[in-house]
C-alpha cells in the first residue's frame, strides 16, 4: 500500500497542496498531471531523494526479509552508459548494484524477447529499445510491495509499450501497489484501476475515478477540465 498523506510541495512557480491519496495492494493508480516539474519533483518524494514541504508518505512493508519497501522507475539514457560496452556486461552491472542474480532477469528478458543474441552487442551497436528492456527487465526483477513508477513508457514504440504492460500488469495481480505517473489519459485508461489528477495543486475529483466509469465518458472533455 502506498500513502501520501498532507502533501505540499512547491517547485518553480508551481504546487501541490494538501494531497492525500491511496493506492492499495494489487492496484493501479495513474495519477495524471499536466506539469512535468510536479510529476518530477513528486516522484523524487516519493523514491525518497527529497522531502516534502508538509506531510508524509507510507509504504507497507515488504513480504520477504531483504525486499524493499518501494522500487522507484523511471526511463534512464543509453547515453550514460559506456558504449563500448556490452548489453550482457550492462546486465551484470545492475545486476549487481541491485544485488539480483542474473537468473532472476530472465524471465522478464524472455517475455521482453530479449535474447542472447541481443546481449552480445556492444550497447554502441545494439537497438535503443533493447538497452530500455534489459533496464525494465532488471528494475521489475527487484523485489519490492510497492511500485512508482514516472511516465516510463513516453515516445516509446507500441511494442515496448505493450511488453511493459504485460508485465506490469502481472505485478498488479501479484498483489503489488502501482503509482504511474504522467499527463497521459488516453495510457492511462489502457493500464489502471484509478485515475485521478493535479490541478491547481489540488487531487480532483475528490474520490478517483474507476476504470469502468472512465471507459463511458468523455476524454477529450475530460482532459480539457483537468489538464488542458
Known sequence: MIQLRGIFLEVANECVRDLNLTVVDGEVFC?????????????????????????????????????????????LNAGDFDAEATLAAHLRLLCRAFRLKRETVYENLIQLNVGEEHLRKRLQNAEEESFRKLVLAVQLAIPAANLVI?????????????????LLLRRREWGQAILYLTD???????????????????????????????EEMDLMRLYEKFLG
Not at 43 to 70: H, Y
Not at 191 to 214: Q, T
Request: positive net charge; aromatic residues 10%; proline residues 5%.
Open 184 to 214: 497521459d489519459i488516453f495510457y492511462a485508461l489502457r493500464i489502471a484501476d484509478r485515475v485521478a489528477f493535479i490541478k491547481k495543486g489540488r487531487l480532483l475529483p475528490r474520490e478517483p475515478i474507476l476504470a469502468a466509469d472512465l
Open 31 to 75: 495519477l495524471l498531471c499536466k506539469h512535468g516539474k510536479i510529476r518530477q519533483h513528486l516522484f523524487s518524494v516519493l523514491r525518497g531523494f527529497s522531502t516534502p514541504d508538509r506531510g508524509e508518505i507510507a509504504f507497507s512493508r515488504p513480504a520477504a526479509p531483504g525486499d524493499r519497501n518501494v522500487v522507484a522507475m523511471e526511463a
Open 150 to 166: 514516472n511516465d516510463f513508457i513516453r515516445q516509446e514504440r507500441k511494442s515496448f509499450e505493450m511488453a511493459f504492460n504485460k
